[in-house]
């Protein structure tokens, strides 16, 4: 079957550096996206790996190994706006998304 | 204004009651999606629709059914609420030519059912 794993909840402090995990089992595989949704609003778009290696975009990097169906979110120099979900999803060989139940990032001053 | 928009943004009904929920987007993209999301659970696609002539189900598609009337409209019903489909409801949008399928949200919305 298809899965999508990563942890429930996380804390971090102000200005720390975070890594978010996720591992993944699909169906055939287009590509692991990461998406941050604050609560009660929509998620929004983060990051799309395809290839194995670090993509970096500000104080967000994604990290993707496909031979080990593994991804992490690395979120730096942290600050209180972060304090949100982090939703792993893999693109399966359909293209349909397959999508992890979210990890509560809780940020401390 | 929200580039996806969804009505109504709250919604409480009772079992057996006809619901519907509509989403339209001014995105000019051709695919739209209808997922629900759960505490506990990753969101879960319904239906989506790749055009205006193309339907088709997502894994939890049972006791729902959608209509695209237009490339920018498209609406999810619910044909006799019941309460395990109280969620949190969004519609999603992305572009075909895009190589990542990125999707975009829109705010949501909350059924209740009782």
């Known amino acids: 079957g298809q899965n999508i794993d990563q942890p429930t909840e996380m804390t971090a402090t102000e200005g720390a550096i975070v890594q978010i995990n996720c591992t993944y089992q699909t169906s055939g595989f287009n590509g692991l996206f990461w998406y941050q949704q604050h609560a009660g609003e929509a998620p929004t778009f983060l990051s799309y790996?395809?290839l194995d290696g670090l993509e970096e975009k500000g104080r967000f990097s994604s990290f993707l190994s496909r031979s080990k169906g593994y991804s992490y979110l690395l979120l730096k120099e942290l600050q209180m706006k972060d304090s949100a979900s982090y939703l792993c999803?893999?693109?399966?060989?359909?293209?349909?998304?397959?999508w992890g139940a979210g990890t509560k990032l809780i940020i401390k001053p | 204004d929200a580039d996806v928009t969804q009505t109504p943004r709250n919604r409480i009904t009772k079992t057996g009651k006809r619901i519907m929920l509509e989403c339209s987007q001014t995105k000019g993209h051709d695919r739209m999606y209808w997922y629900r999301q759960d505490p506990g659970l990753g969101l879960r696609l319904i239906y989506y629709?790749?055009?205006?002539?193309?339907?088709n189900k997502g894994e939890i598609s049972d006791g729902y059914s959608v209509s695209r009337q237009a490339q920018a409209k498209f609406s999810l019903s619910l044909e006799s609420a019941i309460p395990n489909q109280t969620a949190l409801y969004f519609c999603?949008?992305?572009?075909?030519?895009?190589?990542?399928?990125?999707?975009?949200f829109g705010e949501g919305s909350r059924l209740t059912v009782l």
């Open positions: 999603a949008t992305s572009d075909r030519d895009r190589d990542t399928g990125e999707l975009f």
């Open positions: 790996n395809v």
């Open positions: 999803a893999g693109m399966d060989s359909n293209y349909q998304l397959i």
């Open positions: 629709s790749f055009d205006v002539k193309d339907i």
